[in-house]
């Protein structure tokens, strides 16, 4: 019930969400055995509510989005012991408010939006710390605009994803400054093929230019500057179209923010938490 990165290739949970992502972009789910791949999703999951990815037993948080979000998708998230699910990844969260891998593994931005993710769809968003994990996704701003996965590294523009749409889940996009990573993500842009790279001047590839776009459409950007073609706003929890994940009648948890872009996802048919419209951005570094 699972799907490969190709064809003839072993099913895996990350390939798996790719697939019902594509296929539900394409209004295809229909074309989707869902019990079957329920089935698979469930099979992976072990006793303390972690996931493998696949057979062979590596565990990671990655995975653990991976299975509710394609699961929620499915409308199968009955499934999965979502309480199991949603304690294991509690159990990832470091002293610094962010996550890792596993328990006690590193904060890195990329596990954060997963972690992040999984409890917005579990509706468990409320053990998040999100005052210290907002101060320090916020730290990852580099002086050139972009951000970084952790202390000490150099600005790429993925992260312009992971970080800025955990920073939406948790209704502390504005404690960014937004005009100079919205700056900093099209000067990644290669100006004669028009993908975007990791950082300027370097070779682009398909990935850094879906993380370019989502976070210049987070921004809300594409609301702001005139464009010949309409355009789809995407959701932070979903990496999916706000209307299709509005048609889909997805639901996860996720704290309202008081600007206009955050607006948007406090009207989708989702609970939340009201948090103070004014909540104040950590002190200036």
Same mark, same amino acid.
């Given at each position: $019930? #699972? ?8 099913? &895996? ?13 394409? $209004?295809?789910?229909?074309? @989707? ?25 590596? @565990? ?12 929620? =998708? ?9 309480? #199991? ?22 904060? &890195?931005?990329?596990? =954060? ?6 409890l917005a769809i579990a509706g468990e ?8 994990? $907002? ?8 002086? #050139? $605009? ?26 502390? %996009?504005?404690? @960014? ?35 370019? =776009? ?17 355009? %789809?706003?995407? +959701? ?9 994940? %509005? ?11 008081? +600007? ?24 200036? %570094?």
């Amino acid at each position: $019930g #699972g799907f490969g990165g190709s064809e003839d290739q072993d099913p &895996h949970v990350l390939y798996t969400l790719s697939a019902v992502q594509v296929m539900a972009l394409l $209004g295809r789910l229909d074309r @989707i055995d869902g019990e079957a791949a329920a089935r698979y999703v469930a099979s992976l999951q072990l006793g303390d509510g972690s996931f493998t990815g696949d057979e062979w037993g590596e @565990i990671d948080t990655r995975f653990s989005y991976c299975a509710l979000s394609t699961l929620a =998708i499915l409308g199968k998230l009955d499934a999965v012991d979502l309480s #199991g699910a949603a304690r294991f990844v509690q159990r990832c969260k470091n002293f610094d408010g962010g996550y890792g891998a596993v328990p006690g593994a590193e904060s &890195h931005a990329g596990q =954060i939006f997963c972690c992040v993710g999984a409890l917005a769809i579990a509706g468990e968003i409320h053990s998040v710390d999100r005052d210290m994990l $907002g101060w320090w996704l916020s730290e990852r701003q580099c002086d #050139g $605009g972009g951000l970084n996965g952790r202390p000490e590294k150099q600005s790429d523009v993925c992260y312009s994803w992971w970080i800025l749409a955990s920073l939406c889940m948790l209704g502390c %996009r504005h404690w @960014i400054d937004s005009s100079a990573l919205a700056a900093f993500i099209l000067e990644c842009q290669d100006r004669d093929d028009g993908g975007v790279a990791d950082r300027p001047n370097n070779v682009p590839d398909v990935f850094h230019t879906f993380f370019g =776009i989502g976070g210049l459409s987070l921004l809300g950007w594409f609301d702001q500057h005139a464009i010949e073609k309409p355009h %789809r706003n995407i +959701d932070p929890v979903f990496a999916l179209p706000v209307d299709l994940v %509005r048609s889909l009648n997805l639901s996860a948890t996720v704290y309202k923010d008081a +600007d206009e872009q955050a607006a948007l996802f406090a009207t989708m048919p989702r609970p939340h938490l009201d948090v103070a419209p004014d909540a104040s951005p950590p002190p200036a %570094r």
